[in-house]
């Protein structure tokens, strides 16, 4: 049985992390006090977090960009920034997260929290720079970039509701006007070919529904298109069974598509029903009425409240109807998807992290081109992207720091610099500005 899927393609961004600031004391009878530039706060980051009070991925279509805030720039007298503030997308249980293709994340427990974007590191200011050789720093460093991701969302779905009766009684142009669902509608029978899913979004309510090819008499052993698809209806918690008033005995054909179920699968009729009348835009209240009665004459239903006479094209008396499906919904106990793919598919996707943590300190030369020397780390292009490189003072100690973890001595290996360019993280620097030899003034 194939699985539905809902998809939706999003943009997540961390917050930007505060610039460190450049301040020095300010005292009486004192030009220049000690320097006291705080750091910048964290920016904020991105989780997700699986939620059951969520059953789709509507939400990621109507926005597309989510972005967790700044943080806060550092202040004078050793102030830290403000930390940005985290931001939490609920997201429905079952959810894997893709990026370029590879999941990096798997939402399949209620309540499970993951990290999808590091906030940025709030720069440190200039007192933080204070050193024994270093007394008035002249330089901070400036906040980091939040993580950007653009992200793939992809759902299995499980309808919760399914539409079952005779071909032609409306059932497709009913998922189009309560659905985002686009199915073919037509006025022959068997116009739909293949199950149509359709997620609701009626009041605080969100449901997926099924509408399937029309059924016939005879369905469950193979006549007509319907019976591939019944199993879809085996699934769902609650059964809307379409009648057309066009009809011309409606207490029958009711009776006919039950058999139908039951043959098929006698579990079915143990699924709550609603009971629904359609295209009462082509009759007057008086037939509607007559024709409830029928319906209650038969026993199919105990009183008139238990119909819903509507019109899908004329979308009259929908309201009651969502109303009436969402509250039962919720009473009902979910259908867990993992018994749905232990049952049909052996290929269960693994749980994946992202693997945010790398090896911190480690980097290694790229050389792509004779023109570019690339320098690749995760810590050493964080500090470059957080240099100012129109601060000397900030730029020295990003040179101080390739000594220190033995870049430049890698870099001195390199052959036919004179034109080369430098490349780590956002910077680009020319070769020859770089100093390879340490100057022992400093
Ligand atoms: N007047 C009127 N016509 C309707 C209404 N709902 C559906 N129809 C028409 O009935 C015909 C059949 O509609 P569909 O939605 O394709 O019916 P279906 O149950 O999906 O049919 P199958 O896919 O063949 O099983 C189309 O011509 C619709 O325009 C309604 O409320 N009022
Ligand atoms: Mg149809």
């Known amino acids: 049985m194939a699985i539905f899927c809902d998809y939706a393609q999003v943009t997540v961004e961390a917050g930007k992390g505060g610039n460190g600031l450049i301040a020095f004391r300010r005292e009486k009878f004192i030009p220049l ?48 920034g403000a930390d940005g503030d985290d931001l939490i997308l609920p997201i429905a249980v079952g959810t894997v997260v893709k990026e370029n293709g590879v999941v990096i994340a798997d939402l399949s427990q209620p309540g499970q929290l993951v990290l ?37 969302l992809e759902l299995k779905l499980i309808a919760d509701v399914g539409l079952v009766g005779y071909p032609s009684v409306g059932k497709s142009t009913l998922i189009s006007v309560i659905s985002n669902a686009k199915p073919k509608i037509a006025d022959y029978p068997f116009t739909t070919l293949i199950p149509n899913l359709g997620v609701v979004r009626f009041d605080d309510f969100d449901f997926v529904v099924a509408d399937i090819p ?38 029958a054909d009711y009776h006919a598509i039950r058999k139908e179920l039951e043959l098929f699968d006698p579990d079915i009729l143990k699924k709550p029903e609603i009971v629904v009348l359609n295209k009462v835009d082509t009759i007057d209240e008086a037939s509607v009425e007559l024709l409830v009665g029928s319906l209650k004459d038969a026993k199919i239903v105990k009183n008139i409240k238990d119909v819903f006479a509507i019109s899908a094209v004329s979308h009259h008396g929908l309201k009651p109807l969502l109303y009436k499906i969402g509250t039962m919904l919720a009473d009902l106990p979910k259908v867990q998807f993992e ?60 040179y101080d720091i390739f000594h220190k973890l033995g870049v430049m001595k890698l870099l001195r290996r390199e052959k036919e610099t004179a034109n080369a360019v430098v490349v780590i993280g956002k910077q680009r620097i020319p070769f020859k500005d770089i100093p390879l030899m340490r100057n022992k003034k400093q």
Do not use: C
Not at 117 to 138: D, K
Not at 225 to 245: P, S, Y
């Open 214 to 251: 029309g059924l016939i008499e005879g369905a469950h052993a193979g006549k007509g298109l319907g019976v591939e698809f019944l199993k879809h209806i085996q699934r769902t918690r609650v059964i809307l069974h379409i009648l057309d008033v066009q009809s011309v005995d409606i207490v």
């Open 33 to 80: 006090g000690g320097p006291d530039g705080g750091n910048g706060g964290k920016g904020g980051a991105v989780y997700f977090q699986a939620s059951d009070d969520v059953n789709t991925l509507s939400d990621f279509r109507t926005y597309k960009f989510f972005k967790a805030t700044d943080g806060g720039p550092g202040g004078g007298n050793n102030r830290t």
């Open 339 to 398: 018994d749905v793919v232990a049952e049909q598919d052996p290929n269960v996707i693994p749980v994946l992290r992202p693997h945010l943590e790398g090896a911190a300190k480690s980097f290694f030369i790229d050389r792509l081109s004779p023109e570019e020397i690339t320098i690749r780390g995760q810590r050493i292009e964080q500090i470059a992207n957080m240099t100012n490189m129109d601060n000397p003072e900030g730029v020295a100690r990003l």
């Open 116 to 152: 999808i974007a590091a906030g940025g590191r709030g720069g440190y200011g200039n007192a933080h720079f204070v050193s024994a050789v270093r007394q008035a720093p002249q330089f901070a460093e400036l906040g980091e970039d939040g993580e950007r991701k653009e992200l793939e």
